[in-house]
């Protein structure tokens, strides 16, 4: 699994490197050029590299405390705590997505830099994102079907192992001598469930390093240092519960050392990765450019798309309509508070990034 995590990944970054050439623009293409007195390229250089530092170092802490339960038991997944932290994290990926990344690119497809036919004749965005809501629905069921498959078939052999050890564990001891081992319908479910935790976690990463890259790039290239100094405190308080709630979705798929770190490694570095690659272009990305309202436009329409329906689908609702929650009143509660705190707190944070 992390191999193909790995292979969708890179496939991202060459498209980024195919159309982050069309997104400069240093002729007539220009629009708009920022003269507010914040403008101030010498300033804002500091200031991009405290971005750096911050966010890499709240990413890393984000995604990394769901993986220490060893230390931090209040946080494995069979407790409440980490029902509640989890579903505020996915309040913050649907803010995320509802209130940063879909406005914005509606404000750059309608931009006035934009010709009236056909931006302004049609809603891009919204046709972008559900069509990315419909692609993610897509790869999520087929990733399921064809995961299954390869289980079923002993190609991916760590669930067959798994319930192996689980199989002997539970009925060794009592059947083993009689009769051997017996297929359990829990077993079953449960590999069922844990293949639908590694779908989910792998497509909830790629979603999150779409829009990671795209946000990154803008904040390198801007030098409106009073932009930054909001971005930089936004963009560390999204990483770190984002980080948490894909953190919990990775400890849920129980990957292996190798494939936690390879997660861990591309959602921490993007966002950085971004902001660096931005600083390289500051001097030819022209921010209002029609070709960069485009491409940059477009893609946060298609990571808004995803991250909605990952929000919803994948974290909200398979968590509230799970057995856990469904049996407890009071966690339900509890975790719809979390939902609305970590929404609403992600929204104001619109005010500002």
Same mark, same amino acid.
């Given at each position: ?73 209040? +946080? ?32 750059? +497809? ?150 936690? &770190? ?14 660096? +690659? ?14 960069? +309202? ?46 609305? &705190? ?12």
């Amino acid at each position: 699994m992390d191999t193909s995590l790995v292979k969708l990944i890179s496939i991202f970054f060459i498209i980024i490197s195919i159309f982050t050439p069309q997104a400069l623009s240093q002729s007539d293409d220009e629009c708009g050029e920022d003269t507010s007195s914040c403008n101030d390229k010498s300033a804002a250089l500091p200031l991009k590299i405290i971005a750096i530092v911050t966010i890499l170092i709240t990413s890393m802490i984000g995604v990394c405390l769901p993986l220490f339960t060893r230390w931090i038991p209040a +946080l494995h997944p069979d407790r409440n705590l980490f029902v509640v932290v989890k579903a505020f994290a996915a309040g913050i990926i649907l803010a995320t997505g509802f209130m940063h990344v879909l406005p914005d690119s509606f404000d750059m +497809l309608t931009s006035s830099c934009l010709k009236d036919n056909p931006w302004h004749k049609f809603p891009f965005s919204g046709f972008v994102a559900m069509l990315s809501a419909i692609a993610t629905l897509m790869v999520d069921s087929l990733a399921t079907s064809i995961y299954s498959k390869k289980c079923n078939s002993g190609v991916i052999p760590e669930a067959g192992e798994r319930d192996q050890e689980r199989a002997v564990a539970s009925f060794g001891h009592v059947h083993g001598h009689a009769h051997g081992l017996s297929p359990d319908p829990k077993d079953a479910d449960s590999s069922q469930q844990l293949l639908r935790y590694r779908v989910i976690a792998m497509v909830l990463e790629l979603g999150i390093v779409v829009h990671s890259i795209v946000i990154g790039l803008s904040v390198g290239a801007t030098n409106n240092t009073c932009t930054i100094k909001g971005l930089i405190a936004a963009l560390c308080f999204h990483q770190m519960f984002e980080g948490m709630g894909l953190g919990g979705c990775i400890l849920q798929a129980e990957y292996k050392l190798m494939k936690r &770190l390879v997660m861990v490694f591309f959602f921490s570095v993007t966002t950085p990765f971004g902001i660096a +690659l931005g600083i390289a272009l500051s001097k030819t990305y022209k921010e209002n450019s029609p070709s960069s +309202l485009i491409t940059v436009g477009l893609l946060n329409a298609s990571s808004a798309g995803l991250l909605i329906y990952m929000a919803l689908v994948d974290l909200l609702s398979a968590d509230f309509m799970g057995p856990k929650l469904q049996g407890n009143i009071k966690l339900q509660v509890k975790s719809y508070v979390a939902v609305l &705190l970590g929404a609403g707190g992600m929204s104001l944070m619109a005010k500002w990034a």
